[in-house]
């Protein structure tokens, strides 16, 4: 059997863009929704999107998890819908952040914290 080794994230600025996505729809194989970054488009997300935007734009898109780049289209980390709960923002708002001023980078898992 062989032994799965981690490395850390935290090197990687780029995610691998192809030339051009392709439509998944419900009669799809099972294995084209299985993201290869050389072959399909990878779900992303802003880090500096408003946290409502975020969440409602996710939700729209019927999907629980993207990754965050910065305005350089750089990764930066992941989110999850998850990440995004009431509950998280309350403890933020509580430890003097404006809910307004909130976006995805003070809730996404950065790089650095990736294995």
């Not at 192809?18 to 290869?36: I, N, R, Y």
């Not at 946290?51 to 734009?57: K, L, S, T």
């Not at 910065?70 to 709960?85: A, K, P, R, S, T």
């Not at 995805?104 to 898992?109: G, I, R």
Request: aromatic share 6%; net charge negative.
């Amino acid at each position: 059997m062989k032994e799965l080794k981690f490395s850390d994230a935290g090197h990687f600025n780029r995610l691998i863009w192809p030339d051009h996505g392709h439509a998944v729809g419900v009669d799809s194989a099972a294995t084209s929704l299985m993201t290869d970054f050389a072959r399909s488009l990878p779900m992303v997300i802003g880090g500096n999107i408003r946290i409502a935007d975020a969440r409602a734009e996710m939700k729209h898109q019927h999907t629980g998890f993207k990754c965050v780049v910065d305005e350089h289209d750089e990764f930066i980390g992941v989110v999850g819908l998850d990440d995004l709960n009431d509950q998280e923002v309350v403890k933020k708002v509580a430890s003097g952040f404006e809910r307004t001023e909130l976006s995805v980078a003070d809730f996404m898992c950065p790089k650095r914290a990736l294995r």
